[in-house]
């Protein structure tokens, strides 16, 4: 899983003219999914979202994480994450899970968030979304969890 991971000052994505996630301060998470992921993957990324230090703490250094800093998470589903564009112009997302893969990732992935303790918004899965934020800092950063391999670790 890969998530890019922005500090906000505030967030919310619409669809159509409804909204559907707003937040305040916190993280704004924009998540792909790829072929290879599992639950697992979407749990550890939530902890890794979960535990981030990207918040200044007392001396001004970055040093908190969004629960310690009472903020917020947005998630919201990005199957463009995992777009390649090594060759030609256009995209290919042949990495990009299917969306009967994706979506429970996704959920997972969000109720790991809050079975952590963080407030959760979400945006809504295959929506055409508009996604505005104010990043804060600007703190943008990219985190990738990646599916164990069958055979388990390589020797060398």
């Known amino acids: 899983m890969r998530a890019l991971v922005q ?3 505030r967030a919310s994505v619409t669809v159509g003219d409804e909204v559907t996630g707003a937040i305040g301060p916190g993280l704004c998470v924009l998540v792909g999914v790829t072929h290879a992921d599992r639950v697992d993957e979407a749990r550890a990324l939530a902890a890794k979202v979960w535990h981030l230090r990207v918040f200044d703490g007392p001396d001004g250094r970055p040093d908190l994480a969004v629960g310690e800093v009472g903020g917020e998470v947005l998630v919201i589903s990005q199957f463009t994450l995992y777009g390649d564009t090594r060759k030609g112009r256009r995209p290919s997302w042949i990495s990009a899970a299917s969306p009967e893969q994706a979506e429970p990732l996704i959920e ?3 109720a790991e968030l809050r079975s952590l303790g963080a407030t959760v918004a979400t945006g809504r899965f295959r929506a055409d979304m508009a996604v505005e934020l104010v990043n804060d800092g600007p ?3 990219l985190l990738e969890v990646d599916a164990p391999s069958p055979t388990g670790p390589s020797e060398r």
Do not use: A, P, W
Request: no cysteine; proline share 0%; hydrophobic share 45%.
């Open 7 to 9: 500090r906000v000052t």
């Open 108 to 110: 997972e992935l969000g």
């Open 139 to 141: 703190v943008t950063l």
